[in-house]
């Protein structure tokens, strides 16, 4: 059974980048991608960018200058990056499987990121 | 960007009693493919989201019949045929024919 689990830094400066990383355990197909959702306080769901196990990826524009989703296949974990941060990326961040066109199978556990001097 | 719109924002229904909520995009859902990207999923208390209903009207492994996806279009449906306890959370509609993918504000559904 396929597992997702995520880690990175919980508190982040303004103006510094944001990490996060995601691991997929127990995958034995590679043709999917790894999708990135974030979840503000209290708010809504804000899909942010997915990359496939081979590399290509989409990013949402709103984010896309700040933005660099990457993977590493020798070890199946995907990375997410957003620089600049402010307090208004302070959210819960996701990742989920994305196996076909929005079936968004399994997720993380989720990671908890404030934005904060 | 496709814009989803989801009514009501809040619904608090009884046990056994049912449920519906609205979705409406900004743009038909309908792809030349002949499926319609329209998701249900539901998110409930510190979990992250589920799925409910993928491409319009397909339960996903493991939810119950009492769920069903409908509608065409740019308009869709969910409904609970019955509700029960476990059903409170969060209901969000997704949309996936284009990029960025987009979700409704959700909606709160509280059992009385």
């Known amino acids: 059974q396929v597992q997702l689990q995520q880690w990175g830094a919980g508190l982040v400066k303004p103006s510094e980048t944001l990490s996060l990383t995601c691991a997929v355990y127990?995958?034995?197909?590679?043709?999917?991608?790894i999708t990135w959702i974030r979840q503000p306080p209290g708010k809504g769901l804000e899909w942010i960018g997915e990359?496939?196990?081979?590399?290509?990826?989409n990013y949402n524009p709103s984010l896309k200058s700040r933005l660099v989703i990457s993977v590493d296949m020798s070890k199946n974990e995907f990375s997410l990056n957003l620089n600049s941060v402010t307090a208004a990326d302070t959210a819960l961040y996701y990742c989920?499987?994305?196996?076909?066109?929005?079936?968004?199978?399994?997720w993380g556990q989720g990671t908890m990121v404030t934005v904060s001097s | 960007d496709t814009v989803m719109t989801q009514t009501p924002l809040f619904l608090s229904v009884t046990p056994g009693q049912p449920a519906s909520i609205s979705c409406k995009s900004t743009?038909?859902?309908?792809?030349?493919?002949?499926?319609?990207?329209v998701f249900w999923y539901v998110q409930k208390a510190g979990q992250p989201p589920q799925l409910l209903i993928h491409?319009?009207?397909n339960r996903f492994s493991g939810v119950p019949d009492r769920f069903t996806g409908s509608g065409s279009g740019t308009d869709f449906t969910l409904k609970i045929s019955r509700v029960e306890a476990d059903d409170a959370g969060v209901y969000y509609c997704?949309?996936?024919?284009?990029?960025?993918?987009?979700f409704g504000q959700g909606t709160k559904l509280e059992i009385k």
């Open positions: 989920a499987r994305n196996n076909s066109r929005g079936i968004f199978d399994v």
């Open positions: 127990d995958g034995s197909s590679s043709d999917y991608y």
């Open positions: 990359i496939h196990h081979a590399g290509s990826t």
């Open positions: 743009q038909s859902l309908l792809h030349s493919d002949g499926k319609t990207y």
């Open positions: 491409e319009l009207s």
């Open positions: 997704m949309q996936s024919i284009q990029l960025p993918y987009s």
